[in-house]
Each structure stands twice: as structure tokens, then as C-alpha cells.
């Protein structure tokens, strides 16, 4: 059935739970945000969902995408409720496209407050984790904020704990982190590298402008929902509840439900049938895929290293090439040409074993039996698909917390070999990870049946198993909704 009503909110007499879903105007967190409520609608049919839409103004391809999203999403009792597009953002000040988004979140406070108010039976909110200022609008209706949290445990716990140095012991992260070379962190099992730290929590502005803001919100919901499950990452979710590892006041529930995955590919799977068709034709665990996300790029010299590596490791290969934004602030855009960035004869030399793409349905690709490994930029989808797939990853982190995601994988999980660390330094330095370091690790990666595919093909199984019905994130969103009762 069809109930999804994009211009007015509707709901019906039969309904006892109403939930708004406040996502910011980005595809990833989004779609995790739809998933999530799909569950928690097959749990409980009293429930239903409004999802508050935002788009961007400057970004009509992601808003594109939005919108395609929604018109795919035909799910009884879940509606979308558009926000108004602000007119001039003439006056912004938006250097980051973060920074632009937070700017979109406080304009839409007054919409959001006036539509939630039309809302009967409006009984609590799920805001994703970079728009938590919406926790004030919960308050001042007095009903329950749950936080959706799309990244990691550890990531989350390293958050809290850097809030906690700020807001109880007087230390300026920004100060201690360059005088440290290692940190002992609640969330990890093992001292974590400053350099790989993520961006996001040593440049002062980012920190202070934001991140620690959103972390001091987290702990007023009465929940944090994330996207992982308890065998993974079983320190840091452990860390939650002993006593005073986040400082002297409680944390609030955390609930782990994972791995939650866009599952909503097939029609992306149709619009790649020739991709797929020559996975088909490919002998098992052959291929290196290669994908840094919705946005990764690379620069054209790091380009023509990789096409290097790649043809020395002589592997098969499936590479998702993107192009790099033309300026500042533009955004990554599918390449068309790829010949023109890659060294000379390349695609005519790799014809027989290679296919360089624009985006490929990713799930789908990792799923495939011909798929032997991944050389990924570690966003946490993507370490979370390649984990649920088991396939084992080397990881080339790009920006945002990937560093530690990929620290995550090569130290705490061992399901992965380290190309590049901390290649956002290398890449001030102008220093290119050259073609040898890349062909290493593709070699360490694809090289037969070695340890860390043995260890994520445990993880995968026990991925499976978290959500069976009875297993630890199928009982976390029960609790979920036996909260929400
Ligand atoms: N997507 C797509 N084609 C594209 C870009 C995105 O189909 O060219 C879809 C895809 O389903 C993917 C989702 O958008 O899972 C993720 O979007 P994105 O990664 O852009 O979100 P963000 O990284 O900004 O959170
Ligand atoms: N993705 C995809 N095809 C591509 C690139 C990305 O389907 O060619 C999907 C990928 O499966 C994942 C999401 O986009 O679900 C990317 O999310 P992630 O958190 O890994 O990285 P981000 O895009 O946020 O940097």
C-alpha cells in the first residue's frame, strides 16, 4: 500500500505511536535512517513514522537523489514531510559543506518545531548524529529524542571521552593531542596513534564548532542507536556501561542494532547488468574491487600510481573511479572519460581483466563470490558491507573519522592490511602513495587464504547472526521499541 504523502502530514485515528525522523540532507544517513525505521515498523504496528526532508539549495544532484529516494519508498505508515528549501543563502557563510549543513539544521528548527506541533500523537524523535540540536525540540514538547548514530561504537566512545577531558578535567583536546603520540581511549582495546586521529577532532574549528556541541547533545537523548553490533565491537560497547569510563553523569542507553545496510539497490543492480555479467564470468575471490565511497577522489598524479599498482599486482580488478571536484566546495561527479586520467594504453592493456567504473551498486559487487578483497577508504557503510560480506579490506582512508575506522579494522579486528594511514597529512604534504606501497598492498590483500580472511569471515557470520531473529541487535531494537511502548 501507498501512504506516502509528501506535501501535508498525514496519519490516521488508528495510529498510537507517531515518530519524526530528522535526518540532515545527506544520501548516506538518510537511507540508513529509512532502514532503521523499516525495522522498527516490522516490530511494531502501532508505530509510525513522519521523516522531516531536507535538501540542500547547492546541491540539486544530491537533491535529485533525495527525492528518487522517496519516490521508491512505498512503506505503510512511514510518510515524508517536505521542509521549505531556503530562498537566499546568499548570507551564509558555508566554507565546508559541513559547515553549510549546520547552517540548514538551525534554519529548519522554527519548520520543525511548527510542523511537529500539527503532529497528532507526536511521541519522539530520531535525530542522526550531526543534527542533535533538534534534541531541544523534543524537550520542549516533552517527548523522548533517541540519537542515530551512523559511524562506529568506538568512534562514539572516543567522542564522549574527548568531552569528557573537555567539559570535567579542563583539558583542550586540540592542545594535549599534539604533545601525545599514542592515547589510551575507553573504546579501544588498544592505545590508539594520534595520527590517526580523526581530522574532525584535532582542527580546533571543527572540534569546537561543532563535534563537541553534538557530543554534549548526545548524552540529553534518552537513547543512542548505532550502527554496529555487539560482537564488533565488543570493548567499546562494554565501555558504555562501566562506571565512570565518560565522566561522573550517566550516559544514555546505548543501543547497538547492526549492521544496518542499504538494501535498496535492486534497481541500481538492473541499471549494471554488464558489470555484473563479467563478475559472473570472473573465478572466485579473483577480483580486487576498489571503491572509496560517495565522494572519494583522488588527484590525477595519485590516479595514475594506483593504475600503476594496480597492473604490477596484476590482479583482476573492478575500480570505481570518480572525478575530483574542480574547486573547493564543488562536489565529486561520476567520470565519464576515464581514459583521459589514466597513464597511457592502460584500459587498452587491462581490457581482458579490468573494468574502471563510475559507481557500481557496492553491495551487490562485495556480495559477489568473484570478489576476493577490498581496497576501500573505510567509511563505516563500507566497512560494514565488506564485513556482513566477508571480505577482508585494505584501507585507504580519506577523511572525516575514516582514519580510525581504519585503524578499527587493520589493529582492533584484523580483517585488513594498512596501504595508507594517514594519507590526509600525506596529502597536505603533497606526498603520493606511490604505485610499489599500493601494489604491496593489494598483493598482502588478494594473496590466498591468509589470516585476515579467515577473521572476517568470522565477523561476517557473526554479523548474521546479530540480527537473526534472538540475536544481540534484533533484542537491542526490541528494547528499542519496548521503550517506545
Ligand atoms: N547513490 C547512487 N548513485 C550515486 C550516488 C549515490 O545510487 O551516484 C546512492 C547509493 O544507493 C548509496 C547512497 O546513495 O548507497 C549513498 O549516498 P552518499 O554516499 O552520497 O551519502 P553521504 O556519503 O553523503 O552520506
Ligand atoms: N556506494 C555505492 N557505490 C559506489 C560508492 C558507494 O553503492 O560506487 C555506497 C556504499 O555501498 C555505501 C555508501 O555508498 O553504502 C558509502 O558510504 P560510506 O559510509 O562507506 O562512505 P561515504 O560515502 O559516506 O564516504
Not at 501512504?3 to 495510529?15: G, K, L, N, T, Y
Not at 565546508?96 to 534554519?107: N, S, T, V
Request: aromatic share 10%; charged share 20%.
Amino acid at each position: 500500500p501507498i501512504s506516502v504523502s509528501q506535501s501535508s502530514i498525514h496519519f490516521s485515528a488508528m495510529e498510537k505511536i507517531e515518530l519524526v525522523i530528522i535526518v540532515a540532507p545527506l544520501m548516506g544517513h538518510l537511507t540508513q535512517s529509512l532502514e532503521l525505521a523499516k525495522l522498527l515498523l516490522q516490530r511494531n504496528y502501532h508505530l509510525s513514522f513522519t521523516v522531516l526532508v531536507m535538501k540542500a539549495p547547492f546541491d540539486p544532484e544530491g537533491t535529485a537523489k533525495i527525492q528518487s529516494l522517496i519516490a521508491s519508498c512505498n512503506i505503510d505508515r512511514l510518510h515524508f514531510h517536505d521542509l521549505p528549501t531556503p530562498e537566499d543563502t546568499s548570507q551564509w557563510s558555508c566554507p565546508h559543506r559541513g559547515g553549510f549543513i549546520e547552517q540548514l539544521i538551525d534554519f529548519q528548527k522554527l519548520h520543525i518545531r511548527e510542523t511537529v506541533s500539527k503532529i497528532k500523537g507526536f511521541s519522539g524523535i530520531i535525530v542522526d548524529m550531526i543534527n542533535t540540536t533538534m534534541i531541544d525540540v523534543a524537550d520542549d514538547f516533552g517527548v523522548p529524542s533517541y540519537v542515530f548514530f551512523t559511524s562506529g561504537a568506538a568512534f562514539l566512545g572516543l567522542l564522549l571521552h574527548f568531552q569528557t577531558l573537555e567539559d570535567e578535567q579542563n583539558q583542550q583536546v586540540s592542545d594535549f593531542v599534539r604533545s601525545e603520540t599514542e592515547l589510551v581511549v575507553p573504546s579501544f582495546a588498544n592505545p590508539v596513534a594520534i595520527r590517526v586521529l580523526p581530522v574532525l577532532t584535532t582542527r580546533k574549528e571543527a572540534w569546537y564548532g561543532r563535534f563537541l556541541k553534538s557530543t554534549r547533545e548526545y548524552r540529553k537523548a534518552k537513547g543512542i542507536i548505532v550502527n554496529t553490533f555487539a560482537d564488533l565491537e565488543s570493548d567499546a560497547i562494554r565501555s558504555f556501561s562501566l562506571k565512570s569510563k565518560y565522566g561522573r553523569s550517566e550516559l544514555p542507553s546505548i543501543f547497538p542494532v547492526g549492521p544496518i545496510l542499504n538494501r535498496s539497490q535492486t534497481q541500481s543492480i538492473n541499471d549494471h547488468s554488464e558489470m555484473m555479467n563479467w563478475l559472473d564470468s570472473q573465478p572466485g575471490n579473483s577480483v580486487v574491487f576498489l571503491c572509496f565511497g560517495s565522494m572519494g577522489s583522488f588527484h590525477f598524479d595519485q590516479v595514475k600510481e594506483i593504475a600503476n599498482g594496480l597492473e604490477k599486482s596484476g590482479y583482476r580488478f573492478l575500480w570505481v573511479l570518480r572525478q575530483p571536484p574542480a574547486k573547493n566546495g564543488d562536489f565529486t561527479v561520476d567520470l565519464e572519460d576515464h581514459g583521459l586520467f589514466l597513464p597511457n594504453g592502460f584500459l587498452d592493456r587491462t581490457a581482458s581483466i579490468g573494468k574502471v567504473v563510475g559507481w557500481v551498486p557496492q553491495l551487490a559487487v562485495l556480495s559477489h563470490p568473484a570478489v576476493g578483497g577490498f581496497v576501500s577508504h573505510c567509511g563505516w557503510n563500507s566497512t560494514l558491507e565488506s564485513i556482513w560480506c566477508g571480505v577482508p579490506m585494505a584501507t585507504w582512508p580519506l577523511h572525516g573519522e575514516q582514519q580510525l575506522n581504519a585503524f578499527q579494522v587493520v589493529k582492533e579486528l584484523g580483517i585488513g592490511v594498512d596501504i595508507c594511514m594517514d594519507y590526509f597529512e600525506a596529502k597536505q604534504d603533497q606526498v603520493i602513495v606511490r604505485a610499489e606501497q599500493i601494489e604491496k598492498g593489494i598483493r598482502e590483500l588478494m594473496d590466498g587464504e591468509n589470516e585476515i580472511r579467515k577473521m572476517v569471515k568470522e565477523f561476517s557470520e557473526k554479523s548474521r547472526l546479530a540480527v537473526e531473529k534472538g540475536g544481540s541487535s534484533y533484542l537491542s531494537l526490541e528494547k528499542i521499541v519496548e521503550n517506545l511502548d
